[in-house]
């Protein structure tokens, strides 16, 4: 359709230039034939251009700028993911500080209470044991003081023997150290 009209214009040219003097296309020797075949080239080379060379291309482009358009956008995401991780992060960071603190706290409430329960237990023991020494000191004593009123009643009734120059039966001996063991007790 495109080329029919251009052959009109064409002819109509070369008619209204035939009437009259010898026209611009005669003058520089143009023939219309060869015009519409490099309009027909230059047609077909258009088309050829468009299809193989300039459609890709804006398809290559658009596609880039998709690309391009879902690269920003995926950044976006990420600086957004970035900020709401560090956000979280810094979160637990401060949750496990404040753990370890109360960790700590309790440790070293833990291990004062552990340290005065040993200290009350050792305190206990060495009472303890200081009370069984007084008491061992106590049962020595008297084990003590029974010994020598024994040994004392034994000399009191040997110098009685003696003071009185007789020997003393087993019975006067046995009454002397029962009268002596009373009367040191009572000391």
Do not use: C
Request: net charge neutral.
């Amino acid at each position: 359709m495109l080329t029919s009209l251009f052959l009109a214009t064409v002819e109509a040219h070369a008619a209204v230039a035939g009437a009259s003097e010898p026209g611009l296309v005669e003058k520089f020797g143009l023939d219309w034939h060869y015009i519409l075949f490099q309009g027909i080239s230059f047609l077909i080379l258009f088309a050829v251009l468009y299809k193989f060379g300039i459609k890709p291309t804006i398809a290559a482009m658009e596609e880039r700028q998709n690309k391009i358009e879902s690269g920003l956008k995926y950044a976006n995401d990420m600086k957004a993911q970035l900020a709401t991780s560090q956000q979280e992060t810094a979160t637990l960071i401060k949750n496990a500080q404040l753990e370890a603190n109360k960790i700590i706290e309790e440790s070293r409430k833990t291990a004062k209470d552990f340290a005065d329960k040993i200290q009350k237990e050792a305190s206990e023991r060495a009472n303890d044991q200081f009370a069984k020494a007084q008491q061992a000191i106590e049962l020595e004593q008297k084990k003590m003081l029974a010994d020598a009123r024994t040994e004392i009643a034994r000399l009191v009734v040997a110098t009685t023997e003696r003071v009185l120059a007789k020997k003393l039966t087993e019975t006067d001996r046995a009454s002397y150290n029962e009268t002596a063991a009373k009367e040191l007790t009572n000391v």
